[in-house]
T-cell receptor, first 115, second 115 residues
């Protein structure tokens, strides 16, 4: 089945530790995104990548880093510099240039809790 | 500065009645608008979209209306069913021509369908 797989679903981290969230897609989509959701907030864009080996900062990139070495994979690292990392993280993908509607396909999400 | 606003954090509707979810936007460059549905601890799923050149799009029980002059769109669900209880996000896209830069989301409206 085609889709987006995020792992782990739940993750606990001590303050000062970096953690990496995995995102893999087999939809053959060019673009991939990371969003963050906080209670009562909409989804806010952290980073996005339109093509392999290229990525752009979103609205709240500080304290995060990404890589796009393969089309299928777009891991997100939450660094110790991120002041408030506890949140629900969503990975998404889309077709880019040919996309008509800009529809994003989302993974199931990863909940990160900093202890 | 919120470009996509959903001013009602929650909405309660009786089963079988019409649910109307509202969304306002400020950016005149948005060319596509989308609605997503989200259950707790899951990723959002695409529901319906509308191009900025149209004023209505219908898909089964779901209809989206766009009023460009008022920068307002609404999602109508009729008849409402218990499975419709979820958080609904309004989202919008600016198509830069060079690719898809992601979507801008509102904060969401929690729709509760009462039996």
């Amino acid at each position: 089945d085609g889709g987006i797989t995020q792992s782990p679903k739940y993750l606990f981290r001590k303050e000062g530790q970096n953690v990496t969230l995995s995102c893999e897609q087999n939809l053959n989509h060019d673009a991939m995104y990371w969003y963050r959701q906080d209670p009562g907030q909409g989804l806010r864009l952290i980073y996005y990548s339109q093509i392999v080996n290229d990525f752009q900062k979103g609205d709240i990139a500080e304290g995060y880093s990404v890589s796009r070495e393969k089309k299928e994979s777009f891991p997100l690292t939450v660094t110790s510099a991120q002041k408030n990392p506890t949140a629900f993280y969503l990975c998404a993908s889309s077709i880019t240039v040919l996309a008509k509607t800009g529809e994003l396909f989302f993974g199931e999400g990863s909940r990160l809790t900093v202890l | 500065d919120q470009q996509v606003k959903q001013n009602s954090p929650s909405l309660s509707v009786q089963e079988g009645r019409i649910s109307i979810l509202n969304c306002d936007y400020t950016n005149s460059m948005f060319d596509y608008f989308l609605w997503y549905k989200k259950y707790p601890a899951e990723g959002p799923t695409f529901l319906i979209s509308i191009s900025s050149i149209k004023d209505k799009n219908e898909d089964g029980r779901f209809t989206v209306f766009l009023n460009k002059s008022a920068k307002h769109l609404s999602l109508h669900i009729v008849p409402s069913q218990p499975g419709d209880s979820a958080v609904y996000f309004c989202a919008a896209r600016v198509y830069s021509g060079g690719g898809a830069d992601g979507l801008t989301f509102g904060k969401g409206t929690h729709l509760i369908i009462q039996p």
